[in-house]
Antibody, heavy 121, light 110 residues
Framework: QAQLVQSGAEVKKPGASVKVSCKAS????????MHWVRQAPGQGLEWMGT????????RYAQKLQGRVTMTRDTSTSTIYMEVSSLRSEDTAMYYC??????????????WGQGTTVTVSS | QSALTQPPSASGSPGQSVTISCTGT?????????VSWYQHHPGKAPKLMIY???KRPSGVPDRFSGSKSGNTASLTVSGLQAEDEADYYC??????????FGGGTKMTVL
């Protein structure tokens, strides 16, 4: 059973950086792209970017280019998402998601439990 | 990378059918048969309801169906039930390893 487990809630000051982790289990980690999706309070879901765990290649949403970095550690089947120069607008629930071994092409079938990031002075 | 356009709200009585639209461009919805739909209850992780425009994952009731015409995809919920009350988001692959979500539709069961 594919599962994604994320790190705990974070509180950061404006201008700081935050790094959230997402550990995968129950499927072959390197076989499926993984995504980061966020939802700010009262807003919709926003695709932030994707990482190919097999080679670390990434693609980020244009809006976040230059402030977001996604990496992976194949030895622990974990991906990381770091956002720098945090602003109040980055306050959100952050999710990792993947197809996770399913045949549901280009969809996100398995989701982490979410990590709350609060940016406040 | 503009968000796909969804109506902010939709509603129906139990047993009725409701359809939610999702409009994009020829670069996303119209260009690929990789539209998916997600159901999102507050405080929980989103749930995949439809993938590849019209396919249902295992365990999703056949009351949920999807379709696409040109640059607009649609999700239809038939035989509306109280537990269908949630936010629904469309998502489309947009090429070059880019995905885009719709703005979301709040479904209310009257």
């Amino acid at each position: 059973q594919a599962q994604l487990v994320q790190s705990g809630a974070e509180v950061k000051k404006p201008g700081a950086s935050v790094k959230v982790s997402c550990k995968a289990s129950g499927y072959t980690f390197t076989h499926y792209y993984m995504h980061w999706v966020r939802q700010a309070p009262g807003q919709g879901l926003e695709w932030m970017g994707t990482i190919d765990p097999s080679d670390g290649n990434t693609r980020y949403a244009q809006k976040l280019q230059g402030r977001v970095t996604m990496t992976r550690d194949t030895s622990t089947s974990t991906i990381y998402m770091e956002v720098s120069s945090l602003r109040s607008e980055d306050t959100a629930m952050y999710y990792c998601a993947t197809r996770g071994g399913s045949s549901y092409s280009y969809a996100m079938d398995v989701w982490g439990q979410g990590t709350t990031v609060t940016v406040s002075s | 990378q503009s968000a796909l356009t969804q109506p902010p709200s939709a509603s129906g009585s139990p047993g009725q059918s409701v359809t939610i639209s999702c409009t994009g461009t020829s670069s996303d919805v119209g260009g690929y048969n990789y539209v998916s739909w997600y159901q999102h209850h507050p405080g929980k992780a989103p749930k995949l309801m439809i993938y590849e425009v019209s396919k249902r994952p295992s365990g999703v009731p056949d009351r949920f169906s999807g379709s696409k015409s040109g640059n607009t995809a649609s999700l239809t919920v038939s035989g509306l039930q109280a537990e269908d009350e949630a936010d629904y988001y469309c998502n489309s692959y947009a090429g070059s390893n880019v995905w885009v979500f719709g703005g979301g539709t709040k479904m209310t069961v009257l």
